[in-house]
């Protein structure tokens, strides 16, 4: 009967037929195939995510072997009252303007470039994708070197544009620029992940059939019309999706600010002040400043901070997003 | 029916087995001579030795320490004597981004995988004074849980200068074994240059400002640059006019700012904003743009009249141009030396070889070090460093740079770094060595008083923060 139930599955395309097969096997089985998933989550997700939440109310400094003990709501109080509240607001605030402008910059050229790469007669577009996406498989340190190299002053491409194509005398050097070193590490993360969100766009928008487009240009719909009336809504599940890895990742993102700027400049985020209170390094405190950094008890308590941070944007924005594909 | 439950079985443990792997640590075997050096950094990784896929014979002794290409080739250099002389020992050495060290420090003293790391001065310890207004520092915790071995009885000990190593020691007890002191607060100069607008070597502020003007006034070369973007080779120099000013007196001030006694705004301090906005008035334009490691190479294309680093960087100067005729001077002060001496210079502990008690070959480790002790071996590789002063008595050196420097060191002090604290919880203008970059002058947003100004108003919030927080 198992068999049967097998050799006459259609492809699984409902969660009815979905279970039907799950019950095609005993209990035992589909928990066992469940457990590397279930151990994976417990050992590296679970387990880790909740000590961080209780090593943030002790003391435990990251030294090998050293005492620790409960401290309570200490390292709260220290992130909440002993930081410079002037310095904590704007790396708050540098870590919203990161998350905005990445998702929304992100996703705009990254729908851009799905929409002009899924073009069926535009050549060369496979090597184009595979460019746009190139930036991602990229690790940090690769893609600071590059962004190191196109800031670099004075030989780099970018200062020697300023100076001989526009005509600036003394260009800034972006990169140890109060003003411009913020949104350099944005770009950067953008040129990063830009692909993937492509690659998502890309595959939602290959799965629109193209009748509908024929239809509506039956029907002497513009391109424009044609993009609002007909691909936006059936690749908004997409965008959501994008926005909300965004977010995510923006809100979490340090490894660029590490690389590129060591969160000075004016470039710390929470993200940033996490890992290097942690390991130490610059940017370790909202004011951008260089501490010794083994304090994880008090890192934890950053991260709990980052996790509630990223845990309600997430769920407003999720909201939002639902009410808008609703609305599709 | 039998067959696909077996083969789901073998599935499921096949998964869990890949699972497992994945986060298998590395077992034991033959020693390999590359070592991960970054420990899961970005960090540049080296061996010692030409083949770094050949392991060598007895066990490794990992050396880790920070980039410096003159250190990390002579270590790499040795290493066959050192083999040679202790054959159940072989030297790898890890190096990694300085900026990287406390991080790769911690990760391999947590995962007892080195057996000789590299530190700097022993500064600004956690005391009773301070307890509550700074953090222990690293090296501290590590010493304070017993993670660093104490060297103070070790026979290779007797081969230095014990006055020096006690400088840099903690609580009457050797920590680390101090390779040699830095010199580090003044400039570069091409002689070339100075010799062709008839300039001296200055021997006060005043002096040192005619200088600039006189090379500014030339135009033909740059006055001065740094590696700036990297901040601290610039803010070193915050730190130098304090040390030209007031010598060991730092020390004081460096307390008084901390609880408050003394604020940024004093003249005795405001003395260094205002020297630092007209020593910024000649770094060349785009200078916070400059990344310190090309800083060394730019001053050796021969084009620049003085250049703001330690003296360590002589080594890296030559190799770009081992033409270029080049001298170091100590910043002067605005007052010449009450004992009539020239200017002298701040200096440094510079590289100190630790062994963490947890080290994998202690044996190992203590053998290296007493190798390195020699003093035939130590004098080799002060000349082949050559930034390093010796922490052994009666070494002489055929270094002619490194001589050099002789007459700015008869009495130096410890350069004002290693007092100038900063309170937890402190903004942004009062948490950095008096930033340079913050200034107009290089693009920042203030002028030099307003910068004090605003460093005092941080100081008091974390001081006002602190005894809330604590009460």
Redesign the interface.
């Known amino acids: 009967m198992?068999?049967k139930a097998i050799r006459n599955a259609s492809p699984v395309n409902s969660p009815k037929r979905l279970h039907k097969h799950i019950r095609a096997?005993?209990v035992w089985?589909v928990f066992?195939?469940m457990?590397?998933g279930i151990?994976?989550y417990t050992?590296?997700r679970l387990f880790p995510s909740t000590m961080t939440a209780v090593l943030s109310f002790t003391d435990i400094?990251?030294?090998?072997?050293?005492a620790w003990q409960w401290i309570g709501w200490d390292n709260y109080?220290?992130f909440f009252?002993?930081?410079?509240?002037?310095?904590l607001k704007a790396s708050l605030g540098r870590t919203a303007i990161y998350a905005l402008s990445v998702t929304l910059i992100q996703n705009a050229l990254a729908l851009l470039m799905a929409v002009i790469l899924n073009g069926k007669f535009l050549k060369g577009r496979n090597f184009a994708r595979a460019v746009y996406f190139m930036p991602v498989i990229l690790?940090?340190?690769v893609v600071s070197t590059i962004w190191?190299l196109v800031?670099?002053?004075?030989t780099?491409p970018v200062?020697l544009f300023m100076q001989n194509v526009l005509g600036i005398?003394?260009?800034?050097?972006?990169?140890?620029?109060?003003s411009y070193a913020f949104p350099a590490v944005i770009a950067a993360q953008i040129w990063q992940n830009m692909g993937y969100s492509m690659v998502i766009f890309l595959a939602a928008l290959q799965n629109i059939s193209a009748d509908l487009y024929e239809a509506a240009y039956i029907d002497g719909a513009s391109e424009w019309q044609v993009f609002w009336k007909i691909t936006l809504p059936l690749i908004w599940s997409s965008v959501t999706v994008n926005t909300l890895l965004a977010i995510i990742g923006s809100l979490q993102s340090f490894e660029l600010i590490m690389?590129i700027t060591?969160g000075?400049?004016?470039t710390s985020t929470l993200g940033m002040m996490v890992f290097a209170t942690a390991?130490?390094?610059g940017g370790a405190?909202a004011?951008?400043?260089?501490?010794?950094?083994?304090?994880q008890g008090y890192a934890a308590a950053e991260s709990m901070v980052l996790f509630v941070g990223v845990l309600i944007v997430t769920i407003i924005s999720q909201a939002i997003m639902k009410k808008m594909e609703a609305d599709q | 029916m039998k067959l696909r439950k077996l083969l789901c079985l073998l599935l499921a443990l096949l998964m869990i087995a890949a699972l497992t792997a994945c986060s298998g640590g590395v077992t034991g075997g033959a020693p390999a001579a590359t070592q991960d050096g970054a420990a899961g950094t970005d960090g540049a990784d080296s061996s010692a030795g030409d083949d770094a896929s050949a392991p060598a014979e007895g066990t490794s002794v990992d050396v880790l320490t920070w980039s410096n290409a003159a250190t990390v080739e002579y270590l790499k250099s040795i290493a066959d004597a050192f083999h040679e002389a202790y054959p159940d020992h072989y030297l790898t050495v890890s190096e990694v981004p300085s900026a990287e060290i406390d991080q790769v420090i911690q990760t391999r003293i947590s995962a007892a995988n080195v057996d000789i790391v590299s530190f700097q001065t022993f500064s600004k310890p956690q005391e009773e004074w301070n307890q509550d207004s700074i953090d222990k520092p690293a090296w501290q915790q590590y010493i304070d849980e017993g993670l660093l071995l104490d060297l103070t009885d070790q026979p290779f000990i007797d081969n230095y200068n014990l006055d020096i190593l006690m400088g840099n020691s903690y609580k009457d007890r050797i920590y680390s074994l101090n390779m040699g002191t830095v010199a580090y607060t003044g400039l570069f100069y091409n002689k070339a240059i100075f010799s062709e607008l008839g300039l001296e070597i200055p021997k006060t502020w005043d002096e040192f400002i005619a200088v600039c003007e006189a090379v500014k006034a030339d135009g033909r070369y740059t006055v001065l640059s740094a590696g700036a973007a990297d901040q601290w080779p610039l803010n070193m120099y915050s730190n130098a006019i304090l040390s030209a000013n007031y010598g060991d007196g730092v020390e004081e001030i460096g307390q008084k700012l901390l609880t408050g006694e003394m604020k940024h705004t004093d003249p005795e301090v405001m003395l260094v904003y205002d020297c630092m906005e007209q020593f910024a008035t000649y770094l060349e334009p785009g200078v916070t743009g400059i990344a310190y490691s090309d800083a060394p190479g730019r001053f050796a294309a021969g084009n620049m009249a003085m250049y703001a680093d330690g003296s360590w960087s002589a080594p890296d100067i030559l190799r770009a141009n081992p033409d270029i005729e080049f001298g170091y001077f100590p910043l002067p002060g605005i007052e010449p030396r009450e004992d009539g001496l020239d200017p002298q210079y701040g200096i440094k502990y510079d590289l100190s070889f630790a062994v963490p008690t947890n080290a994998p070959n202690q044996e190992g480790a203590l053998a290296f070090l007493t190798y390195i002790s020699d003093k035939e071996v130590y004098t080799a590789f002060l000349n082949a460093v050559a930034g390093f002063s010796p922490t052994q008595n009666d070494i002489t050196l055929d270094n002619e740079f490194l001589n050099s420097l002789n007459e700015g060191l008869q009495s130096p002090c410890l350069n004002a770094e290693m007092y100038i604290y900063a309170p937890k919880g402190v903004g942004e203008y009062g948490n950095g060595q008096f930033s340079f970059l913050y200034l107009q002058t290089l693009g920042g947003p203030l002028t030099g008083a307003e910068l004090a100004q605003k460093a005092d108003e941080d100081f008091e919030t974390a001081r006002a923060a602190l005894e809330s927080l604590n009460n």
């Open positions: 198992e068999g096997f005993p089985v066992l195939c457990l590397p151990l994976h050992i590296f400094s990251g030294v090998p072997g050293s109080r220290e009252i002993l930081q410079n509240i002037r310095d690790g940090a340190a190191k800031f670099s002053t004075p780099g200062y005398e003394n260009p800034p050097a972006i990169l140890s620029s109060y690389t060591r000075q400049f004016n390991f130490g390094g405190t004011s951008g400043g260089t501490v010794a950094g083994m304090r």
